[in-house]
């Protein structure tokens, strides 16, 4: 031992510490902190030592991920990574073993900060441990299933456990468990013993669960050692940070939190968001408890949750007497829902027992919030029994268990010191179900009444019962719980699990409402002597009930949702007012079942009322799944027997007809489904919807259906709803006692008043009448369609004045923010869209066709409403369409309502009025304007023709509009829409001018329409839509999809919202922005999009320039290009200009369809055979010949002659676009592009990557850079950004002794990563410069960021000093061919085919085949000339037309020399590459396989597209010395892959050598070694090789660098036993030391 009973020591050993106070000794793993032994009483170690260290002894927990939806979760062994010493004295020791997650930990760790500790003290013969978890907000959300601490001790020593006294004993082996001695029984833990290695113990069932406890009961239990006499027991003295409370039954001492018995509800689920940490201590709190027998009166408290009431008993001439609750538990525990204790695993509790005299007290509590809610005594509490009336039976005792309940004796063929249950079978597989029957008598009955039966479980797994009374046939039943529980109590021998007590009954002795508990379902309504006022023929849950109709995004079709809850809580509860929460809360597991909401419904009833209230709140959360929500209300199936009369207005009310009469053959189906009777007769404005209800004579009842307020509904005042499904009982809005914070009432509400006037020419006068209202903020009449927020409307007083109350706070469509208090908005004047005066106008402009003529009801239908009136226009007009002439026909007789189909012999055809006016002058100058307003659309196109019906083309055409169904549904109005000619969309632009150019846009989508200038009245093409003239967009891809456009989606960025930035006489900047959603997805780019246009005083050009944000929470997306176009006339711009040497005439875009053209390989490319202009004749159209570098794509433009206008844009910095300096753009509207590149410059976004990029802005004249005027905040100005500057230098050993200038080098910032990864970095920004002809380098105007040069840029300028860059050298270079510039612009580039009569080139690949029509090229070492003997790409032959083949080219070399012990380094440089395959050998063709090759590689099209360099890529080969001889050499550099013309390489090779140190004896030893490993499969061959290979480069530099004693040796003579050599030159690698001492 190493310490004594003085005191209590520390020791550290390796990879251990040990705590010692000479009793005992406990060793742990450090800094894993497993008890890998106990020393004690002469036994070495306690622990199994034929186990693994670590496990022995440990902490451990299982865990899923947030939506992992799988049995058994992941099991973390809570392995510490780091060891402290908190206390160190010599009375305590206190050890802590953490572990911190990172990112770099998610998915293979819980995402848990963890701290275990382990206390020793002096003088005492245990050890005490403890932890703390800790979730971070912003960890990943998880699932804790359990944690526990385990002990394995020595089976050879402890055979007698203990758990109770009633329940110790000595155990089988662990061995017997095993087959074949042991037999599995119903379950994985439970076997029989059929041959145990102790015979005492066969045919017992050997099983963990029948030493369960209550958590009560589990303090402690252990294990005993008769030799030498040692116990080993775990004892707990607090149960504070258990779950599930006293009764909760656990697997021993050692579980702190699980699922036994309870199933997965109790296993708590930690989100995104959450903070969390769990750990122990503190306070006490007492009280004193009385049971109450029922009485009039409820007085519970905070303590109702604690003894699970669920009721609200309404009862008359009881006895009131309150006795105390003697032994019932009390305790404290987190806030939550009645019961929810049981399964609340994230906090602690404390439970105690009520004495006979009902006091009780709970000590030592931790500070915090629980549900007594109190931190000092609380007095008696009063608790009320559920209860209904008299008892009349009662089977059992309300305790929560089955303990009462008849237990059995084992099956006698089980010799068992436990039990074991047993299944109902069939067969030896099959269960079937079971009806237990109960029977009971009645002396008396009272039909009039309503019983009441109360069903209390004490446990269930997966099971349903099903209720039914005298009839056992009955479908459905009377009552069914529908599939409940995993408690899986049953199986593992327990009496309780969780508790479950079904209906909850409000009542105020007036009222009294049932409501299924927990779902929230009305069940029953009972009221001046009628039992229930609902339909007890329904079901239960298909009586009172909320439920809404929703789809998943895309879906068209809706699916119900019942809206039932799973939990309930008690809100309220006083004398004056009850309020039930039923909730419902949404997780990934219910994806595609329910609706994505968290769900809160409300009831609420007050004293002395005979109604109640309900409301609910839906919250969808961010990241929830996107989906469609199609209705939702509230339902109530009233008794048909009963309620016969309905009101919904003064002027709609009536007797109806039953809901029999509706089936066949009763009704006879009309037109829709719901026509027989329709519901759809019934329907109101929501301005009127208020109250609807139905009446009944015997009994006097009348069920009324009140909504006090429309500021939850949608469409505004006079949108149609069905009837006024809502609220129950009039009262002053708002109400003052909805407990919900969610609802606002009057003192947090506020109000908006003022003026409404109507200007029409100069004349103002009130607008009498007229709907004033706030909504949430949108393009005019988007009210109409907003669901999502709030809307508050009221009507225009005589004198125009209005006044808006209870306004809750927000933002809405007057702009206003209503914070609680009173706006004045003054005088609001309305001018009506005028263009001049009104020659005729038919109808009243309300929105509706109320003043029209609406027919009577066709006489077949009997019928106290109307039906079928759009079925009228064909009798009215059987034979031609409606003729409207102005001035004599009146629109109230001779204007039918709405303009529908003519049905003729079952069929439908579409009608065509007509509207016929005078004009006695017409203005040939000037335009007319038609108005259209339709109150309502349902699956129609108007079109309108003027003069002439005949036109193939209308003058203006809606497409096809609407899905209102107004019409079938008998109303007057349903979306508003205001329709307008082709000539009168100037509302719908916006228009920028400065004198000397006027730009317009269209609004809201920002796509730029006309450009005007110098006597032009617009630039851009008139022929085109105005959408494809000026626009921004994008191509984009989901996640996954190959290549760069694969299923890409390529649109137009159009805009849904605009906004004025700046305006004043320097500036106009506008905003058209898109904000993304998931409804949108699969459709749109998940991006946010705020396109910028400037314009500046004096300036001849404007600006643009755009921000994308992608959200962290957003989907994951590919986006290959995105890019700004202008379309100008072709009639006028005909020259084009990229740069001083490449500008030219242009042919026209006609001249390449296929009349005047013929496609070539590639479907850009052309050969013009018939153009317009017959100068074009026989050159090849190809945009691609119009690439340029981003370094010199600063401005590409067009010219028009007559007048002379150039069209110019210019991009004042490259530091938006991706790819670095030398990566090939199309000309300058290219912002981001996968040319030149391929897949690997696609920018690919993953799920939760957040994103802000500005791109841009350019414009059409030179500027300064950066701006100073765009006014977005992600727009940086020049004192935001900051500057690098530096020398580059150049060492290389080879070739000079001292450092280099590297004159004309790029120098660049760009993202961190890995080398060369700014070639396909996409992300962020990057800004590049050249150096001078000393090195030197200059980078102004940086971002803030982190960059490649790994400085961080504030905005100030640094200074790098020298940078030092050394080339990969592995020895002298033998040859070199190229040179190393990335490119093939030192290669041979042949001119274009002479067939080809082009301005630029087309067609270079296929120069190949002209050069090298049989044979490869050839290229020798030191006579050819790489400029002229070295094709500038490699690529296939053509054979014929459609078929190519391979192609090997060959570099010849000589060596005098050979080493064949060495390695020689071939490096070979891509420029690029597009599907191609490099294979290289030597000296032997037919080498299978080759010595090296690079695979597929490469989509960089870069050949197609006339490009000399793509995506660099360099490969170092290394070739043994035994390939190469003395003399030629040849290397075989094979392009494999031949399917097209472009499958190619273009490529720059060199050659070097250095020695190999692996026949030293440190080389033969690592060889050997590695042998040695290779062969017991330590190491894998591939990384022996890489180790040989870094042996070599290490060995190489360290002689080169570090060895400081030379010695030359000329004209050695080296002597083996057959031959010698004479040398003229040696390097001693290596000696024997022992050489040294001779």
Not at 871 to 895: C, H, I, M, Q
Not at 1029 to 1058: C, H, Q
Request: aromatic share 12%; net charge negative.
């Amino acid at each position: 031992m190493g310490g004594s009973q003085g005191g209590v020591q520390l020791l550290t050993q390796e990879g251990h510490v040990v705590l010692d106070n000479g009793i005992l000794q406990v060793t742990l793993s450090n800094p894993a902190g497993s008890v890998t032994g106990i020393q004690y009483n002469g036994v070495d170690n306690l622990l199994e030592v034929l186990n693994d260290e670590t496990n022995r002894g440990y902490w451990d927990l299982v865990w899923t991920g947030e939506g992992i939806i799988r049995k058994k979760g992941a099991l973390d062994r809570l392995e510490g990574t780091n060891m402290t010493v908190v206390v160190q004295t010599e009375d305590k020791v206190e050890l802590s073993f953490t572990r911190t997650w990172d990112l770099s930990l998610q998915g293979k760790v819980v995402p848990l900060n963890f701290d275990k500790r382990y206390v020793m003290l002096r003088g005492s013969s245990g050890f005490y441990t403890y932890a703390i978890y800790e979730h971070l907000k912003g960890y990943p959300a998880f699932v804790l299933a359990n944690t526990r601490v385990a002990f394995k001790l020595r089976k050879d020593k402890f055979h007698y456990m203990a758990i109770g006294d009633n329940r110790q004993r000595y155990m089988p082996l662990p061995d017997d468990r095993i087959p074949p001695r042991g037999q599995p029984l119903a379950y994985p833990e439970a076997v029989s013993l059929v041959d145990p290695i102790e015979p005492e113990f066969k045919g017992e069932v050997d099983d963990k669960y029948e030493y369960s406890c209550d958590g009560k009961d589990s303090n402690v239990h252990g294990w005993v050692s008769s030799d030498p006499p040692v116990g080993f027991w775990q004892i707990t003295p607090s149960a504070e940070f258990r779950t599930g409370g006293p009764t909760k039954q656990l697997l021993t001492s050692h579980v702190f939190h699980s699922t036994h018995y309870v199933g997965k509800d109790v296993m708590p689920t930690f989100s995104q968001d959450e903070q969390w940490k769990k750990v122990e201590l503190i306070p006490f709190h007492c009280g004193r408890m009385l049971k109450n027998r029922p009485s009039m009166k409820f007085k519970a408290g905070p303590m109702t949750s604690l003894l699970q009431k669920i009721s609200f008993p309404r009862l008359k001439g009881v006895l009131n007497k309150n006795i105390p609750a003697q032994g019932a538990y009390v305790g404290l525990a987190a806030p939550g829902d009645i019961g929810s204790w049981q399964l609340e695993a994230k906090g602690y509790q404390f439970w105690t027992q009520v004495d006979g005299e009902g006091l009780f007290t709970v000590k030592n509590i931790r500070p915090g919030d629980y549900n007594l809610y109190a931190t000092i005594a609380i007095g008696d509490l009063i608790y009320n029994p559920p209860k209904s009336g008299s008892t009349l039976w009662e089977i059992g005792v309300p305790d929560r268990t089955a303990a009462e309940f008849f237990v059995p004796d084992t099956n006698p063929r089980y010799i068992n010191k436990l039990y074991i249950n047993h299944d109902k079978k069939t067969n030896n597989n099959t269960y079937e179900g079971t009806t237990w029957q109960i029977k009971f008598q009645l002396d008396t009955l009272d039909k009039t009444g309503t019983y009441k039966l109360w069903l209390a479980l004490a446990t269930a797994n997966v099971a349903e019962l099903q209720v039914r009374v005298n009839d056992p046939s009955v479908n459905p039943p009377l009552f069914t719980t529908g599939v409940i529980g995993k408690d899986n109590t049953i199986a593992r021998h327990g009496i309780h699990g969780v508790y479950r007590l079904f209906n909850v009954v409000l009542d105020n002795g007036i009222l009294q409402v049932t409501l299924s508990n927990p779902a929230g379902q009305v069940t029953g309504i009972q009221y001046n002597g009628v039992d229930n006022l609902l339909d007890v023929e329904y079901l239960e849950d298909r009586r009172g009930y909320w439920d809404l109709v929703w789809s998943e995004e895309g879906v068209k079709k809706g699916e119900l949702d019942g809206l039932k809850g799973t939990k309930m809580s008690v809100v309220v509860e006083n004398e004056d007012k009850v309020e039930l929460s039923f909730t419902r809360t949404w997780d990934p597991s219910l994806r595609g079942k329910v609706v994505p909401l968290n769900l809160d419904k409300r009831f609420v009833m007050v004293r002395g009322s005979s109604g109640f209230y309900t409301y609910a709140i839906y919250e969808h959360l961010k990241g929830w799944p996107a989906f469609q929500l199609h209705n939702t209300r509230v339902a109530f199936k009233l008794r048909k027997e009963r309620f016969h009369y309905m009101a919904v207005a003064d002027n709609i009310q009536r007797y109806m007809p039953a809901q029999a009469d509706r089936e066949p053959p009763r009704g006879q189906p009309l037109a829709y489904p719901e026509a027989v009777d329709d519901k759809y007769e019934y329907s109101a404005d929501a301005k009127d919807n208020i109250v609807h209800g139905w009446v009944s004579s015997d009994p006097a009842v009348g069920f009324w259906q009140i909504t006090p307020s429309s500021e939850f509904r949608t469409g505004g005042p006079p949108k149609q709803l069905l009837t006024s499904h809502a609220i129950h009982e009039v009262q002053s809005w708002p109400y003052n006692f909805f407990a919900s914070k969610d609802f606002l009432s009057s003192a947090q509400r506020g109000t908006v008043s003022g003026r409404l006037l109507v200007r029409d020419s100069n004349n103002k006068k009130p607008a009498e009448g007229a709907y004033v209202g706030l909504a949430a903020p949108g393009e005019a009449g988007s009210w109409q369609l907003e669901a999502k927020g709030y809307q508050f409307w009221t009507t225009v007083h005589k004198d125009g004045s209005f006044t808006i109350k209870n306004i809750r706070p927000g933002q809405y469509n007057l702009y206003a923010y209503v914070p609680g208090g009173a706006i004045t908005t003054g005088d609001l004047i309305y001018e009506p869209p005028r263009n001049g005066s009104t020659l005729w106008e038919i109808g009243i402009p309300d929105r509706s066709a109320a003043e029209f003529f609406v027919p009577d009801t066709d006489a077949i239908y009997v019928n106290k409403l109307y039906y079928g009136l759009w079925e009228r226009y064909a009798e009215l007009y059987p034979r031609g369409d409606l003729v409207f002439t102005v001035g004599s026909s009146n629109y109230k007789t001779d204007w039918f309502f709405a303009q529908v189909t003519r049905k003729t012999n079952n069929k439908y055809q579409g009608t065509t009025w007509q509207i016929k006016f005078q004009l006695t002058h017409v203005d040939k100058s000037r335009t007319y304007k038609l108005r259209l307003a339709l109150a309502s659309a349902n699956l129609a196109n108007l079109e309108v023709r003027v003069n002439d019906p005949s036109k193939n083309r209308p003058l203006f055409s809606t497409g096809t509009i609407g899905k209102d169904n107004a019409i079938a549904r008998h109303g007057i109005h349903g979306i508003y829409r205001n329709c307008l000619t082709e000539t009168d969309m100037q509302w719908k632009q916006v228009v920028m001018d400065n004198g000397i150019l006027q730009v317009t846009l269209s609004k809201p989508d920002g796509i730029v329409t006309g450009i005007q200038y110098n006597g032009i009245s617009n630039l851009l093409e008139v022929r085109n839509e105005e959408s494809n003239r000026g626009y921004w967009d994008l191509v984009w891809s989901k996640e996954l999809t190959p290549g760069t456009t694969g299923i890409s989606y390529n649109f137009k960025i159009k805009g849904t919202s605009f906004r004025v930035i700046v305006e004043n006489e320097e500036q106009v900047e506008i905003s058209f922005t898109r904000t993304w959603d998931p409804s949108q997805e699969g459709q749109l780019a998940p991006l946010n999009i705020d396109k910028r246009f400037i314009m500046l005083r004096n300036s001849s050009g404007f600006y643009s320039y755009a921000i994308y944000e992608h959200l962290e929470e957003w989907p994951a997306f590919n986006l290959p290009q995105t890019r700004i176009v202008f379309k100008l006339r072709k009639d006028k711009f005909h020259f084009m200009a990229v740069a001083d040497n490449r500008q030219r005439f242009m042919p026209l875009p006609e001249d390449r369809l296929p009349r005047r053209s013929k496609f070539l390989a590639v479907p850009e490319a052309v050969l013009l055979v018939h153009p317009v202009e017959q100068e074009f004749k026989g050159e090849v159209d190809d945009k691609y010949q119009y690439s340029c570098e981003n370094k010199d794509l600063r401005v590409h433009g067009w010219i028009c002659s007559d007048p002379p206008v150039g069209f110019w844009q210019i991009t004042p910095s490259n530091e938006f676009r991706s790819g670095g300096p030398v990566k090939q753009n199309l000309t300058s509207h290219m912002f981001l592009s996968a040319h030149y590149a391929g897949e690997d410059m696609v920018l690919k976004f993953k799920s939760k990557e957040p994103w802000k990029k500005v791109f841009g802005p350019m414009l059409i004249e030179v500027e300064c850079w950066p701006y100073s005027f765009p006014a977005s905040e992600d727009f940086l100005t020049s004192d935001q950004r900051g500057s690098v500057c530096g020398r580059l230098q150049v060492r290389d050993r080879y070739i000079c002794d001292y450092d280099k200038p590297a004159i004309d080098a790029y120098v660049g910032l760009a993202p961190p990563g890995e080398v060369g990864s700014w070639q396909t970095e996409s992300k962020g920004y990057q800004f590049w410069t050249k150096t001078d002809l000393d090195g030197c380098f200059s980078i102004p105007d940086i971002r803030p960021g982190d960059y490649n040069l790994c400085a961080w840029i504030p905005g100030c300028d640094i200074d790098v000093g020298d940078v030092v860059y050394e080339p990969p050298r592995d020895g002298p270079t033998l040859w070199e061919i190229g040179f190393p510039d990335r490119s093939a612009a030192g290669f041979y580039v042949p001119d274009p085919d002479p067939k080809y009569i082009n301005k630029l080139y087309y067609g270079l690949w296929d120069r190949y085949t002209d050069l090298y029509p049989d044979e490869d090229l050839v290229f020798t070492v030191g006579t050819s000339d790489c400029t002229k003997d070295w094709f500038f790409a490699q690529v296939t032959r053509r054979k014929d037309e459609n078929t190519y083949e391979p192609t090997t080219w060959q570099i010849k070399f000589g060596l005098d020399n050979v080493q064949a012990n060495g390695t020689y380094n071939l490096r070979v440089a891509l420029a690029t590459a597009n599907v191609a395959e490099l294979q290289v050998r030597i000296n032997d063709f037919e080498a299978d396989p080759p010595l090296f090759t690079t695979g597929e590689t490469g989509h960089d099209n870069t050949i197609a597209r006339h490009g000399i360099h793509g995506l660099y890529r360099l490969y170092n080969i290394e070739v043994p010395g035994s390939q190469v001889v003395e003399g030629e050499n040849i290397i075989f550099l094979t392009q494999a892959m031949s399917t097209g013309p472009f499958n190619g390489v273009i490529s720059r090779r060199k050659m070097a050598t250095f020695e190999l140190y692996r026949r030293s004896t440190i080389g033969m030893c690592l060889t050997e070694t590695l042998d040695e490993m290779v062969q017991s499969g330590t190491l894998s061959p591939e990384l022996a090789i890489q180790v040989l290979v870094q042996f070599d480069k290490s060995m190489t530099e360290a002689l080169e660098s570090q060895v400081k004693s030379k010695v030359s040796i000329k004209d050695a003579v080296f002597k083996n036993e057959d031959t010698q050599e004479n040398v003229g030159r040696v390097k001693i690698v290596a000696c024997d030391s022992k050489l040294l001492g001779q």
